[in-house]
């Protein structure tokens, strides 16, 4: 398979057990308008208790109306990558590509390379799901693992206009912020990927962050998307 190159990548180190969130809106100029262009990425426990991780990939933003939906573009590779041994490097790999209208994923496996030294497709194929233009097509494999790839509403709240105008050094209202603001990107939709997975096919971390506070496994994640060159 051949290798490509890494040309733009974000980090977020998430919990299991709690939600953090990296969000990152239209700021690399060889990714803007392709699904390349990463805006935010989730990792989370779905319900307490629950023996599953959930992956949300956001791609682009400001995806609205009239605008072609379900174009993933098909040399994009997306890789969701997990460290679970706390040395901040990959230890598996959940990977998706799109083509002709269905999202293919791959893994969790170990990658043959890490880090900025590559990334190459893995030969673990994990399911298939069509890619949705109403939001509700999810595929769900004989391992318990839910797919989903398609426009979503962005969970990006931000009252752009009226940002501008506090900023804006002639403003007689300095009156800061409305409450509530208006959200400039309400009806905007990102181009999304979701990975339901059970825990015990990532395998238990270890480490010495392997498990929080309250007991749960810890898993670091971060995403990357890679542009065949
Ligand atoms: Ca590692
Ligand atoms: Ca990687």
Redesign the pocket.
């Known amino acids: 398979m051949k290798k490509s190159k ?1 040309l733009f ?1 974000l980090g977020a180190v998430a919990i299991a057990g709690a939600l953090l969130v990296a969000a990152d809106h239209i700021d690399a100029p060889g990714t803007m308008g392709t699904t390349a262009d990463i805006a935010d990425f989730y990792a989370f426990e779905p319900t307490e208790g629950s023996d599953n991780t959930v992956f949300i990939v956001d791609l682009q933003t400001n995806v609205v109306d009239g605008l072609p939906y379900g174009t993933f573009d098909e040399n994009v590779l997306t ?1 969701i ?1 997990i460290d679970t041994d706390g040395n901040l490097v ?1 230890d598996l ?1 959940i990977q998706a590509i799109p083509r002709d209208g269905k999202m293919y994923f791959f893994g969790p496996a170990a ?1 043959s ?3 900025l030294n590559g ?1 190459v497709l893995v030969n673990s194929p994990l399911g298939s799901v069509d890619i949705s233009s109403d939001m509700e097509v999810v595929e769900t494999t004989a391992d318990g693992v839910s797919l989903f790839a398609g426009p979503r509403q962005d969970a990006f709240f931000f009252d752009f206009f009226r940002f501008n105008e506090v900023l804006a050094p002639s403003m007689e209202d300095n009156s800061g912020f409305n409450v509530p603001g208006e959200d400039t990107f309400d009806g905007a939709n990102t181009m999304s990927i979701v990975v339901e997975i059970p825990n015990s096919m990532l395998g238990e971390p270890t480490g010495e962050d392997a498990v929080n506070a309250i007991g749960v496994p810890v898993y670091k994640t971060w995403l ?1 998307t ?1 542009v065949k060159q």
């Open positions: 890494l990548g890789e990558n990959e790999v990658p390379a890490t880090g990334t990357t890679n």
